[in-house]
Structures are given as structure tokens and as C-alpha cells.
């Protein structure tokens, strides 16, 4: 594993399934996060986690949850999938020094999600 | 309400340079970033202003005005590989990044 890494790569999905997006990072940041990109919009915070065993609400976290259950593992789940949750996800990471540095978010290759 | 604003698209000649500018209103600022993004991929990081002034790195520079809300980002000798997005994302004073829609740069021959 180099880096960040998502699965599954892309999914088409059935309206009312479940759904697990999978990320996994070996960079031993502390911070992680899910967005969603939509056309003609920005990036859209889901749910971040800034240390393995809390999470956290971002901007659009309805339908969707997460857990933290080390520093490596982030996954996202759509309990019961509709058609607007179909985006782009993408996981990123951060190291979560909050010591005046950048703490820049490093970005996984996406998840390209269909929900028909 | 928290805002980004950049413009949708832009276009550009190789070998020229082009200034992409991001307006933003944001409740609190920790931080402006510039990414970078590939059509079909993600987005990786370009730069980051803290203070107001020029940040260069190569071809690329961004420029922060904290006062007036106002960043940046230049790129100089124009490359065809530079046809992108460009994303601008403030850090607010909740620590998470608000994000614009990004600019859509074509690099024509």
C-alpha cells in the first residue's frame, strides 16, 4: 500500500442497498475525512474522524455514517443508498498537528458512485 | 453563510501566464489552500498562504490579501499538462476546509 488507497474503484448501485466505501491510508496521519464532489460544486465535507475512535459531522453528513476503529481504516456507509448520493467520493488525510503548519489533506483516487 | 468564489473557466495559450482568483467569506481563517485536479482524478496539492504576501514554488505562485478576502494563484510558462481544475479551499475557524468549485483551465497551443 503507497499512500491512500480506495475501493471499490467504481459501483453502480441499486436505490435502498447498503453500501460500504472503503479507505485506507499508511501514512500514520491522525486526521481523516470523506467528501463528495458533485459537478459545479465544491468539495463537500460527509464526515471526518481527527484521531481513531471519534468522528465527526461535516457538511453533508445525512445518510451516511462512519467509524474509527484504528488510525489506518476510515469507511463510509450508505445504509439505504437514494439517488442523489450518486458523486464522486473521495477519502483524504491529514497528520492533525494543529501546531501553526499547514496540516495538509492528502487526497485517495475516488469513488465513483451510481445509484440508479 | 460561508463562501468561495472562483471562476468557472478560463483559457490560456501555452508557453503564456495566467492568474486565477479566489474571493472568499469564511467565519474565521486558518489557512488558503490551492489544489490542483486532473480531469478523472484527485485533486493533489499545489500550495498554502497563512500570512498576506507571495508564496513561490517554481512555476506556480499564490498570493494572499487577508484584509481584502482575496488569493491568487499564478502560473507562469504555460504548460499543456497544466490543463486542469484549480481548486481554492479556506480553513475556518472550525479547522475544516470550505471549498469553491474549482476553475476549469484550458491550455491552448
Known amino acids: 500500500i503507497a499512500g491512500i488507497t480506495q475501493a471499490p474503484t467504481s459501483q453502480i448501485l441499486a436505490a435502498g442497498r447498503r453500501m460500504t466505501l472503503r479507505c485506507t491510508q499508511d501514512m500514520r496521519h491522525n486526521a481523516m475525512y470523506w467528501y463528495r464532489q458533485d459537478l459545479g460544486l465544491g468539495l463537500r465535507l460527509i464526515h471526518y474522524s481527527n484521531t481513531a475512535g471519534t468522528t465527526g459531522k461535516g457538511e453533508v453528513p445525512d445518510g451516511y455514517s462512519v467509524s474509527r476503529a484504528n488510525t489506518d481504516d476510515f469507511p463510509l456507509t450508505l445504509a439505504s443508498a437514494v439517488p442523489s448520493q450518486t458523486s464522486v467520493y473521495f477519502c483524504?488525510?491529514?497528520?492533525?498537528?494543529?501546531?501553526?503548519?499547514?496540516?495538509?489533506?492528502?487526497f485517495g483516487p475516488g469513488t465513483r458512485l451510481t445509484v440508479l | 453563510g460561508q463562501n468561495i468564489d472562483q471562476p468557472t473557466e478560463m483559457t490560456a495559450t501555452e508557453g503564456a501566464i495566467v492568474q486565477i482568483n479566489c474571493t472568499y467569506q469564511t467565519s474565521g481563517f486558518n489557512g488558503l489552500f490551492w489544489y490542483q485536479q486532473h480531469a478523472g482524478e484527485a485533486p493533489t496539492f499545489l500550495s498554502y498562504n497563512v500570512l498576506d504576501g507571495l508564496e513561490e514554488k517554481g512555476r506556480f505562485s499564490s498570493f494572499l490579501s487577508r484584509s481584502k478576502g482575496y488569493s491568487y494563484l499564478l502560473l507562469k510558462e504555460l504548460q499543456m499538462k497544466d490543463s486542469a481544475s484549480y481548486l481554492c479551499?479556506?480553513?475556518?475557524?472550525?479547522?475544516?476546509?470550505?471549498w469553491g468549485a474549482g476553475t476549469k483551465l484550458i491550455i491552448k497551443p
Open positions: 479551499a479556506v480553513r475556518d475557524s472550525n479547522y475544516q476546509l470550505i
Open positions: 483524504a488525510t491529514s497528520s492533525g498537528y494543529r501546531d501553526g503548519g499547514a496540516d495538509t489533506q492528502y
